[in-house]
């Protein structure tokens, strides 16, 4: 069945960097939009950047932009989030999800149909 594994996360130090990534299976990755999403403790869900289908045009939200990049790698069925100049804000949990498009609003969580099931990433001294 179709599903989307997230891997890469871990404890980073302000200032410091990590690259997720998210593996399809089950699907063709291609045919899809892919977001990033993360929840931080005590917080919603909320979308953080998106990759869309046909031409991975890229989204990031605010507080993201400059510091983190989605790309797309079809040959490996993956999707990556560099994550750069972290900061302890940054700490939750990260998720991919899939949707047939990227939300003008990238904020938005509730338009994805399959979930990973998140990886950890805490920016602490």
């Known amino acids: 069945q179709a599903q989307l594994v997230e891997s890469g996360g871990g404890l980073v130090q302000p200032g410091g960097s990590l690259r997720l990534s998210c593996t399809a299976s089950?699907?063709?990755?291609?045919?899809?939009?892919i977001g990033w999403l993360r929840q931080a403790p005590g917080k919603e869900r909320e979308g953080i950047s998106c990759?869309?289908?046909?031409?991975?045009?890229?989204f990031y939200t605010d507080s993201v932009k400059g510091r983190f990049t989605i790309s797309r790698d079809s040959a490996k069925s993956t999707v990556y989030l560099q994550m750069n100049s972290l900061k302890p804000e940054d700490t939750g949990v990260y998720y991919c999800?899939?949707?047939?498009?990227?939300?003008?609003?990238?904020?938005?969580?509730?338009?994805?149909?399959?979930w990973g099931q998140g990886t950890q990433v805490t920016v602490s001294s």
């Open positions: 999800a899939r949707s047939y498009y990227c939300s003008g609003d990238v904020r938005k969580a509730s338009n994805y149909d399959i």
């Open positions: 089950g699907f063709t990755l291609d045919y899809y939009s």
């Open positions: 990759i869309s289908r046909g031409d991975d045009s890229t």
